[in-house]
């Protein structure tokens, strides 16, 4: 079957395009039928006299997103958005859509996310989860070339791992609750010791009250695992990730990055090394800015985005102190107050992007935080197990896919990164 992707192999041929109309206009004797096919745009040419009278007859019969077969030669017109044209021959109508909801006007944010079903056909919805698409592929690609394994871990887990208070509960037969899970992490930590390097990649769930431009209650996140690594190396680890995936994007996504308008010149500087500062000089930066922020807090969007402007490539902010992260992260060898971890703050104001840790490997110190953390030595078992065969040390780290994609896209809010958002205030469509 013939694609618009591929007009510039069919010059002087006549084609058949099953599509949809995206848009229509006349102009005096001649008509203009914009079609898409989900892999392009081209638009199709009926001059009086010459196109077949039904494409005249149908004008009016066929409101916007009506799905048609249309056939025509393909001509090379370089005044042409994707540089081809159609000469229509004919026209037939599979279904006729009347009064589509989205119309070339600006519509409110509400309305296009009340209707998310239909909004992503619109250009810009394509370009992005195109990308998204292609950055997912590349992340598989990354970690497979790295002598990753795969390892996909449950969504249905009986403990917390990220904090007790944003969990999603269902009811698990007669063992009592089911959590969804807000990482899987902790089953990647037993998977090193079977396989060293290990990644996930899949839906995670998170019952966060927020409301903000980076909050999704449904996201996914890719985690990578690293048997004999410590915090440095799984920073490196990152940079070249993060560089791998953006570099790949700016080869191959150009046509939809145009489509977004994004300022590429900003993602081109994301090569190694990335800046990398402290928790404590993250309170610096901050303090001269007149933030109120104090040491012992943990960030907020604003203070994240007030860092990323010291930056032009994203930054890694080191060694938090340890009452704001994980019960699972590493004690600092020097200074007891903080862990070994680091989150990756992305630029333009895009936030927190990775979260990453060394791990305790130590037995009583793991137990020993879980206590203090208020975590169930029962629960765990399993986990500890791992401190008690052949423990070592290891690393790892988890990024959200929504955060990414918004950033390379340039698009303000998570929520147009995937798909179907679920959000506080949305689980519709
Ligand atoms: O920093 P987080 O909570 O880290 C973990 O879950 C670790 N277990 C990862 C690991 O070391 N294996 O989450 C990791 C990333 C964040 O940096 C952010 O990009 C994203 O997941 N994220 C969210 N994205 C959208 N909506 C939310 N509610 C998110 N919460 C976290
Ligand atoms: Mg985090």
Redesign the pocket.
């Known amino acids: 079957m013939f694609h618009i992707s591929d007009a510039k192999n069919f010059v002087g041929e006549e084609v058949e395009i099953r599509g949809w109309l995206y848009n229509k206009r006349s102009k005096g004797k001649i008509l203009f039928y914009i079609i898409r096919d989900g892999t392009g745009y081209i638009q199709a040419v009926a001059v009086k006299g010459e196109a077949p009278d039904k494409a005249f007859e149908m004008y009016d019969q066929l409101g916007l997103e009506s799905s048609i077969i249309v056939k025509g030669i393909v001509r090379e017109e370089p005044r042409a958005p994707g540089g081809y044209e159609l000469t229509l021959t004919d026209i037939k109508p599979v279904h006729k859509s009347v009064d589509y909801p989205i119309t070339k006007k600006e519509h409110g944010t509400a309305f296009l996310m009340e209707h998310r079903h239909l909004w992503l056909r619109s250009k810009k919805q394509r370009a992005i989860l195109r990308i998204r698409s292609f950055v997912e592929k590349k992340i598989v690609d990354f970690f497979y070339e790295n002598g990753f394994v795969r390892i996909d871990t449950p969504i249905l887990t009986a403990t917390a791992?990220?904090g007790t208070t944003n969990l999603f509960a269902t009811e698990y037969f007669n063992l009592g609750k089911a959590y969804l899970a807000?990482?899987?992490?902790l089953y990647?930590e037993a998977a090193i010791f079977a396989h060293g390097l290990v990644y996930n990649f899949g839906p995670?769930f998170?019952a966060?009250k927020?409301k903000t431009r980076?909050?999704?209650?449904e996201?996914w996140?890719i985690?990578?695992?690293e048997a004999f690594y410590d915090n440095d190396d799984n920073i490196a680890l990152q940079e070249k990730f993060i560089s791998y995936l953006i570099q790949n994007v700016l080869e191959n996504c150009g046509d939809d990055l145009k489509i977004l308008e994004r300022d590429t010149s900003l993602l081109e500087k994301v090569v190694p090394p990335f800046p990398k500062i402290t928790y404590d000089e993250a309170i610096e930066i901050l303090s001269r800015k007149n933030f109120k922020i104090r040491w012992g807090e943990d960030f907020g969007g604003d203070d994240e985005t007030a860092i990323s402007e010291s930056f032009e490539k994203p930054v890694f902010v080191m060694n938090y102190p340890r009452d704001i992260k994980?019960f699972y992260m590493k004690e600092h060898s020097e200074r007891p107050e903080l862990v070994k971890c680091a989150?990756?703050i992305a630029p333009e104001g895009y936030g927190?992007?990775?979260?990453?840790?060394q791990r305790e490997e130590d037995y009583d110190k793991l137990l020993k935080n879980m206590k203090d953390f208020g975590l169930s030595e029962d629960d765990y078992g399993w986990y500890l197990d791992l401190r008690k065969y052949g423990s070592v040390p290891h690393s790892?780290?988890?990024?959200?896919l929504?955060?990414?994609v918004a950033w390379v896209c340039g698009i303000p809010h998570?929520r147009e990164a995937i798909p179907f958002p679920r959000m506080l205030y949305r689980i519709y469509p």
């Not at 980076?214 to 209650?217: F, I, P």
């Open positions: 791992a990220e807000q990482t899987g992490q990647l995670t998170r966060e927020s980076r909050h999704l209650m996201f996140m985690e990578a695992e994980a989150d990756l927190e992007i990775i979260g990453g840790s790892g780290f988890g990024m959200g929504e955060r990414f998570v």
